[in-house]
């Protein structure tokens, strides 16, 4: 993988808070156009109660598809959100390649989002992660609502490095922060990745911000300047966690691309194919998106120059 490894979440955290339901063909056809496009990791879902949320019913499906013979390059990971120990059965059933899982550092945040209480959120992630890693699956663990919390405001730095603390003491390596409500700031940002990542050489860092207040995208240059290499993002700028308090779309990935590919980053992505996607996915909604190069088009390149 490339020093930037690009984690397209879409599919899960880009739908979970949209009420019209995405049939299983049409997600079928967006992963399809996406899976060649050069990002890394696709989220396909999250296995959570298909009541409670109609737009993931279909996850066992979608991985059952995806991992079948010659469905996807070799080049990319298949990755899924699971909160209990109900979602990880699931998962290892249906081929998930990369469990998601996370703690927030929120007590009101983990209670709307899992009804469990940091404590108990925390101990169940690390013996569920533990058991995935058992399963020869790939691991990431998240400190949710890292930055702070729609409903309780500020959180700790300190409550944030203790969760960070126990996944290390787990063995756990790659690890995410969340900004679930949105309140992050670039220097925010730059000084708790800096000491998380002084707490092992050998941490590999992810970051998941939400756009709720025009910064993911700064953000994620912040992170970005401190070392952390893995970015998380949905097409057209989809998302928002249903359990908190004011929902913001994700870091848009076609614009993060635009960017990395300014600075001569990740060329090796299919920027019009992921433009192209994100403006099916406008069309389907029927409705402008937040994200800004699949309206605007990517900045033309310079033509070059003639002699004589």
């Not at 009101?108 to 058992?134: F, G, I, Q, Y």
């Not at 050998?202 to 993911?216: P, S, V, W």
């Not at 953000?219 to 989809?238: I, K, P, Q």
């Not at 990935?253 to 992921?274: K, M, N, P, W």
Request: net charge negative.
């Amino acid at each position: 993988m490339s020093s930037v490894v690009l984690h397209e979440v879409g599919l899960r955290d880009g739908l979970q808070m949209e009420t019209q339901v995405v049939p299983t063909e049409q997600k079928i056809a967006w992963i399809e156009a996406l899976l060649p496009s050069g990002v890394d990791i696709v989220q396909l879902g999250s296995f959570v109660h298909p009541v409670k949320v109609p737009q993931m019913a279909d996850t066992d499906r979608l991985f059952e598809h995806f991992t079948g013979p010659g469905r996807k390059p070799d080049t990319v990971t298949l990755s899924g959100l699971v909160l209990n120990e109900k979602g990880l059965e699931r998962g290892l059933a249906c081929g998930v390649e990369m469990f998601c899982m996370g703690v927030s550092a929120s007590e009101t945040h983990s209670m709307k989002n899992t009804r469990m209480s940091v404590e108990e959120a925390t101990r169940r992630v690390v013996a569920m992660a533990r058991d995935a890693l058992e399963a020869g699956k790939k691991v990431q663990v998240s400190v949710q609502s890292a930055f702070g919390c729609g409903y309780e405001g500020p959180v700790s730095r300190e409550q944030v490095l203790r969760i960070v603390g126990v996944f290390l003491d787990s063995g756990l390596r790659s690890i995410s922060l969340a900004d679930t409500a949105g309140h992050a700031d670039p220097d925010a940002v730059e000084a708790l990745y800096s000491e998380v990542l002084d707490l092992a050489d050998d941490i590999e860092c992810a970051c998941h911000f939400h756009n709720t207040y025009g910064l993911a995208l700064a953000n994620c240059y912040a992170a970005r300047r401190v070392g952390v290499t893995s970015f998380e993002g949905s097409l057209a700028g989809l998302g928002g966690c249903p359990f908190t308090a004011v929902a913001g779309g994700n870091t848009c990935t076609e614009d993060l691309v635009h960017a990395l590919q300014q600075s001569g980053q990740r060329s090796d992505v299919r920027l019009g194919t992921l433009i192209e996607i994100a403006r099916d996915i406008a069309r389907f909604f029927d409705r402008d998106l937040p994200g800004a190069v699949h309206r605007t088009g990517p900045i033309p390149e310079a033509e070059p120059a003639h002699e004589g």
